[in-house]
């Protein structure tokens, strides 16, 4: 074999890995994008939460705050 005989084979080699790397990458983006569809579809079938469980939601976020302030302002709890 001559030299560019080995070349040919190397280039065709190398586009056949590339090929089989892009449909791989790109079968996979496809079921990311079917999975994060049938997330958002399920997300929408929630029913909406109720008056208490905001206000308890709220209080949490509020006790996150306080702490968050006392840490900044250095004291200790």
Request: avoid cysteine.
């Amino acid at each position: 074999m001559g030299d560019g005989s080995d070349m040919t084979l190397i280039i065709a080699a190398s586009l056949a890995a590339f090929s089989l790397l892009s449909f791989a990458l790109l079968r996979g983006w496809e079921g990311w994008l079917r999975l994060r569809r049938l997330e958002l579809s399920q997300a929408d079938a929630l029913p909406p939460p109720s008056a208490a469980s905001r206000r308890l939601e709220l209080i949490d976020l509020k006790d996150r705050v306080k702490r968050l302030e006392a840490i900044a302002d250095g004291v200790d709890r």
